[in-house]
C-alpha cells in the first residue's frame, strides 16, 4: 500500500512540477531559434528593442536610433516578450 501511495505521488509531482518546465523550456528554445531580424523583444533583464542583427550566439539590439547594444540569445525572455509584444508573429509588425 504505501508503495502505491509513494507510487501516486512520483506522477502527482511529474505531471504538475516537471513536465509544464519541460515545457516552458522548450518554447523558450523554439522562440529564441525562431527570432528574426526586425522583431522585437524584451531580454530576461528587462531591455526592450529591436533585433538589428544576429550571429550564431549573439544579437545586436537597438534601443534607440543609433544605440545598439550586443548580448547572448540566451537573455530573450519568451515569457515578456510574448506578455508584452504578443510573440513573435505579431512582433515584428509593432
Do not use: C, W
Amino acid at each position: 500500500m504505501q508503495f502505491i501511495m509513494i507510487g501516486g505521488m512520483i506522477v502527482i509531482f511529474y505531471f504538475f512540477f516537471i513536465r509544464p518546465q519541460q515545457k516552458k523550456q522548450k518554447e523558450q528554445k523554439n522562440f529564441v531559434n525562431e527570432v528574426k531580424k526586425g522583431d522585437l523583444i524584451v531580454t530576461i533583464g528587462g531591455i526592450h528593442g529591436k533585433i538589428n542583427q544576429m550571429d550564431d550566439d549573439t544579437i545586436t539590439l537597438e534601443l534607440d536610433k543609433g544605440f545598439k547594444m550586443v548580448l547572448e540569445k540566451s537573455s530573450i525572455s519568451y515569457e515578456a516578450t510574448r506578455r508584452v509584444y504578443g510573440g513573435s508573429e505579431e512582433s515584428s509588425s509593432k
